[in-house]
């Protein structure tokens, strides 16, 4: 399998408690590379078409609120078959179902909150990490 790469943001809750680093830390000890990395924060648009897949859900306006209220860390990770690999490292959307040594077991609060996210796709990330950042800011 070549090389290849996801995208992930540390979400608001994440950032708020002081996780950056530690979430980082598992990152890289898991062997990804940072190839691109930021603090931003959302629109409401942004969040919007981000999740535009879950607009008809119920918790739509709680998740638009919640992604947009605070400051999140965006990057793009390089590691061989990576889309697949984060996921595994993030553990499940719920941290209630989440296993032990991911990182939602150790920092996420609720499925509404869940510290962290990472693309499901090859396409899905291509097209978030373009949408963070420039071609000069991907190493
Ligand atoms: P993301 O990385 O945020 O996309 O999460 P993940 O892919 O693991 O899970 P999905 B299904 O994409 O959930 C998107 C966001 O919606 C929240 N959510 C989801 C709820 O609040 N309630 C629900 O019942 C479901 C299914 C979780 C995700 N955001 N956060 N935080
Ligand atoms: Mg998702």
Redesign the pocket.
Known sequence: MATNRTFTMI?PDAVEKGHIGGILSMITEAGFRIVALKLTQLTKADAEAF?AV?SARP?FG??VE?MTRGPIVAAILEKENAVEEFRTLIGA?NPADAAEGTIRKKYATS????AV??S?SDENAAIESAFHFAGREQF
């Open positions: 979400k999740y879950h918790f709680e998740l919640f959307t499925v509404g909150e869940n996210h990472g499901d």
